[in-house]
Nanobody, 116 residues
Framework: VQLVESGGGLVQPGGSLRLSCAASGFTFSNYAMSWYRQGPGKERERVASIGSTAGGSTYYVDAVKGRFTISRDDAKNTVYLQMNSLKSEDTGMYYC?????????WGQGTQVTVSS
């Protein structure tokens, strides 16, 4: 199983980034996918989730509602996180997660830094 995140970087406040997570080694469409983040000195928190293709429901933490959008492309085994109107408090390492009730896998993370 592999989850490989990409798309992080340094961006100014108000800017945008799109994170990608390419998955392999499991049946991607059967798994709920999530993005988590861990800021400096903070605990890891769930930012957004999207259900498996059959479910398709989404979740966003209040802090990112209206600014972030999670989506998935099952043909490409990839989940995305479109991040707009970025704020300094969005800074952190962003991790991709694939989950079913009895198992969970993590990527290595991609760094997002929002600073002027």
């Amino acid at each position: 199983v592999q989850l490989v995140e990409s798309g992080g970087g340094l961006v100014q406040p108000g800017g945008s980034l799109r994170l990608s997570c390419a998955a392999s080694g499991f049946t991607f469409s059967n798994y709920a996918m999530s993005w988590y983040r861990q800021g400096p000195g903070k605990e890891r928190e769930r930012v957004a989730s999207i259900g498996s293709t059959a479910g398709g429901s989404t979740y966003y933490v209040d802090a990112v509602k209206g600014r972030f959008t999670i989506s998935r492309d099952d043909a490409k085994n990839t989940v995305y996180l479109q991040m707009n109107s970025l704020k300094s408090e969005d800074t952190g390492m962003y991790y991709c997660n694939a989950a079913q009730p009895d198992r969970s896998w993590w990527g290595q993370g991609t760094q997002v830094t929002v600073s002027s």
